[in-house]
C-alpha cells in the first residue's frame, strides 16, 4: 500500500450533546468548519496523491475543504461510515440504560460482543473497514492517501493495520478533526502519529 493520512471529521451540531450518532447525517458546525479549515493548513504542503471519505457530510465536507488545497478529486465509500445505531440512534447513554439495558451493560464493559438494535455489530462495522483496506491495495509505495472517516471505523482501520486484536478497540481515542498517520510495507504497517490535534487553535 502506501502512506496513509487518516483524518476524523471536524466537530458537528451535535457533538456537544454526548448522543450516540452513527448514520444519522449530521452537518459540520461553525467550529467544525473552523477546524477543517485548519486540517487544510496543516496539510497544504503534503503530498496527497488520493483522497477518500464516506458518504456522510460531516466528511464530505472536511474532505472538500481539506481537498482545496490539493489536486485529487474526492471518492465517496459508505465503508468508511460510522457504525450504525439502528434503534439506539440519537440517544444518550442514559437513555440507552432505561430502554436497552442489557446493551448498556455490554457497552460499559467494553465488550465487543453486542449488536445494536436495527443496527449494526462491531463485526460488521469490523468487515466494511477490512472491505475498504482492501481497495487500498492498488496505490503504489510511493502515494500517500488521506481518508477522512469516523472515530470507529478509523480506530478498526487502524487496529487491523497494525495486526491487533479488536477487543482493543476502546483503548484507542481519536479525536475530533485529528490527524493519525499509518506507513505500510510489505512487511507490515507502523502507526507513525496518532490522534494529533496541535493544529487545532480553537
Given at each position: 500500500?502506501?502512506?496513509?493520512?487518516?483524518v476524523r471529521h471536524g466537530h458537528t451540531k451535535l457533538n456537544n450533546e454526548r448522543r450516540f450518532w452513527g448514520k444519522t447525517d449530521v452537518p459540520l458546525s461553525d467550529k467544525g468548519i473552523r477546524q477543517a479549515e485548519q486540517l487544510r493548513d496543516r496539510l497544504a504542503k503534503q503530498?496527497?496523491?488520493?483522497i477518500y471519505a464516506?458518504?456522510?457530510?460531516?466528511?464530505q465536507t472536511t474532505a472538500e475543504i481539506i481537498a482545496s488545497r490539493h489536486k485529487a478529486g474526492i471518492a465517496t465509500h459508505a465503508e468508511l461510515a460510522e457504525i450504525n445505531f439502528g434503534y439506539t440512534e440519537g440517544l444518550t447513554f442514559a437513555e440507552i440504560q432505561k430502554l436497552h439495558p442489557e446493551l448498556a451493560e455490554e457497552l460499559n464493559n467494553w465488550s465487543?460482543?453486542?449488536?445494536?438494535?436495527g443496527g449494526e455489530s462491531l463485526d460488521e462495522l469490523n468487515n466494511r473497514a477490512q472491505k475498504f483496506l482492501k481497495r487500498l491495495k492498488k496505490h503504489k509505495p510511493e502515494e500517500t492517501v488521506l481518508i477522512v472517516s469516523h472515530s470507529g471505523t478509523l480506530r478498526?482501520?487502524?487496529y487491523n493495520l497494525l495486526e491487533i486484536g479488536i477487543e482493543h478497540w476502546r483503548q484507542m481515542?481519536?479525536?475530533l478533526a485529528s490527524v493519525s498517520i499509518v506507513e505500510t510495507y510489505p512487511q507490515g504497517a507502523i502507526l507513525s502519529l496518532l490522534n494529533d490535534v496541535s493544529h487545532?487553535?480553537?
Open positions: 500500500m502506501s502512506r496513509l493520512l487518516l503530498k496527497i496523491d488520493a464516506s458518504n456522510l457530510s460531516r466528511t465487543i460482543k453486542p449488536k445494536f438494535p478498526l482501520m487502524i481515542q481519536l479525536d487545532l487553535k480553537s
